[in-house]
């Protein structure tokens, strides 16, 4: 069953390692409730760098923005690419408690190259490094498949990461895609 919904199909890293999909350990759960599946895991400067996939459960858009955004109503299946898209950066308040940057920074360095990945309509990925993890959700309606490029993920969460500190009065950060949260959100926060 919770197979099915797992169509993930490559970061950059788990295409050149030839990630196989395989049960999570047991201390990662998702917002479910459901254990994850693993999509790829491998060691970047002494650290595992984990991606996780889960069903996604829709919410509330935390930001005061409105926004329409324009959908397809074709009943031909599209992938929405987001490679290039730009996304509206909000930070959690107050301050305290954040990720190390220098963890998500690896985990940005370590994801950038190579090809683009998809996250299946309905789901969201999660990527963990030491004290960050990051999660790209596809919420997309109608139900579509969601394209995105690795460098423009790293771009992200690398800003997040310096940008939505103590210091700003924060710890850790997310940006929506069309200033619109049901269509994809990365989020940057204690793992």
Not at 110 to 137: H, K, M, R
Request: hydrophobic fraction near 35%.
């Amino acid at each position: 069953m919770f197979s099915s919904l797992i169509s993930v199909v490559a970061l950059a890293a788990g295409l050149a390692r030839g990630a196989v999909v395989a049960r999570a350990p047991a201390d990662y759960v998702c917002s479910d409730g459901s254990i994850a599946a693993v999509v790829d895991s491998f060691e970047y400067e002494g650290k595992p760098l984990t991606t996780y996939s889960c069903p996604a459960v829709a919410t509330e858009n935390p930001t005061p923005a409105v926004r329409t955004v324009q959908r397809d109503t074709s009943l031909t299946k599209r992938n929405w690419d987001l490679c290039g898209a730009s996304c509206t950066t909000y930070c959690y308040t107050p301050a305290g408690g954040g990720p190390d940057p220098n963890d998500c920074q690896a985990l940005a360095n370590g994801v950038s190259g190579g090809s683009g990945y998809t996250i299946t309509a309905g789901t969201y990925l999660t990527l963990t490094y030491g004290s960050c993890e990051v999660q790209q959700s596809n919420l997309i309606s109608p139900s579509q498949d969601l394209y995105y490029c690795p460098s423009d993920l790293a771009g992200v969460v690398s800003y997040i990461a310096w940008n939505c500190q103590a210091t700003q009065n924060a710890h850790g950060g997310y940006c929506d895609f069309y200033n619109d949260f049901a269509v994809s959100n990365i989020l940057v926060f204690t793992s």
